[in-house]
């Protein structure tokens, strides 16, 4: 697959542009231009084309609008200090993808044909990258099922699309958010859809995040589906406990299960935090430890990460049985150092000893 470019006669002004990048926020504004490729089964990928950001046309009966067949991806282009741009782990997000595409009886897309549109629409609307540390280009890449039909089976057609918007801090990173723990109500069990970047999850999350937010939280934690007692993630975000302090301190994170989204930037922190010094695990923590560990002083800070948020401290939790606060409520020390160092490399300012930025061709 190569992609063509045709790209917008009427991109947005300079000045408009610069004044909407500034402005931020997270999906407020998007940017010139997209990218778009289908698919048909026995026939393949069609050649993706670049093209102007614009409404799409569906039939009524298109197979998503019923049946949920559909994933996306999150990601994400930087500013580097000499003025040009990188891509964050590009390859790692068209991994996932297609892992996801394979679970939900979509077609794959070669790893190459997925970096190469990315970059296309990155270089194209370049100008829209922010340039202040902290700051990006969200790239959404997603893909869903368009064949027109009511029947209850894998499509036969599928659009492959990349759309992008300028983002600012999703959380303040200065403000410890608090988390509601939901007994009630569970994002994923065994044998589901979990370790997928599918929509059906996140509407499946919102009821019990409009419960956090009636409880005053910001955010609600996910147990296990079969004991409701282990713990999983924070909304869309993969948990880190630190237990202990300085450079003795362990970074923990619940394990892998199936469940759980792997996360690019949860694995990123494992990287970095023994790049730190620090010891890391993963496992299982129940919420008793967690309350008990917190109570005793065992855990010292608690922060959830994404490609969204990079990382956001967790001051307090909340649940039927109480709440109880991490430390003093504020952002840790070493969450702190985490997301200055993890910032630092996507932005070119710290050494990237891994390999992660990817330039986007000029």
Same mark, same amino acid.
């Given at each position: ?184 109500? =569970?994002? $994923? /069990?065994?044998?589901?859809? *979990?370790?997928?970047? +599918? !929509?059906?999850?996140?509407? #499946?999350?919102?009821?019990? &995040? ?103 401290? =967790?001051? $307090? /939790?909340?649940?039927?049985? *109480?709440?109880?606060? +991490? !430390?003093?409520?504020?952002? #840790?020390?070493?969450?702190? &150092? ?25």
């Amino acid at each position: 697959m190569k992609t063509n470019l045709n790209p917008n006669a009427n991109p947005v002004p300079d000045a408009d542009r610069a004044a909407k990048v500034a402005e931020g926020g997270f999906g407020k504004y998007y940017t010139d231009n997209m990218v778009i490729a289908e698919w048909v089964e026995g026939k393949g990928w069609s050649d993706a084309e670049l093209k102007a950001y614009g409404p799409l046309t569906l039939d009524p009966a298109t197979s998503v609008l019923h049946y949920g067949q559909e994933i996306f991806e999150g990601m994400k282009a930087y500013c580097q200090p000499d003025g040009g741009v990188s891509l964050f782990r590009p390859t790692s997000n068209a991994e996932r993808f297609n892992r996801g595409a394979a679970r939900m009886a979509l077609p794959e897309i070669d790893v190459n044909d997925f970096v190469h549109a990315v970059d296309a629409l990155v270089k194209q609307d370049i100008k829209w990258v922010p340039k202040n540390i902290g700051e990006s280009l969200y790239i959404r890449p997603f893909m869903f099922a368009t064949e027109v039909g009511l029947g209850v089976r894998p499509s036969n057609r599928a659009a492959f699309l990349v759309i992008a918007t300028p983002a600012s801090a999703y959380f303040n990173p200065s403000k410890a958010v608090t988390v509601w723990i939901s007994t009630e109500y =569970v994002r $994923a /069990a065994p044998g589901g859809t *979990g370790a997928v970047k +599918t !929509g059906g999850n996140y509407a #499946g999350s919102l009821l019990a &995040q409009k419960q956090a937010a009636e409880q005053g939280c910001d955010q609600v934690v996910w147990l296990d589906a079969i004991e409701r007692r282990w713990v999983e993630e924070m909304g869309g975000m993969n948990l880190y406990f630190v237990k202990g302090s300085g450079k003795s301190a362990t970074i923990f994170t619940p394990k892998l299960t199936g469940t759980l989204l792997p996360g690019i930037t949860r694995d990123s922190i494992l990287t970095v935090a023994k790049d730190l010094g620090y010891k890391v695990e993963e496992g299982m923590l129940s919420v008793e430890d967690w309350k008990s560990g917190v109570e005793s002083g065992e855990i010292t800070e608690i922060f959830a990460c994404g490609t969204a948020a990079v990382v956001s401290p =967790v001051g $307090a /939790a909340k649940s039927a049985q *109480g709440i109880w606060q +991490t !430390g003093d409520g504020n952002p #840790g020390p070493i969450t702190m &150092q985490i997301r200055e160092t993890l910032l630092g490399i996507q932005h070119g300012t710290i050494e990237d000893k891994h390999g992660w930025n990817v330039r986007v061709s000029s």
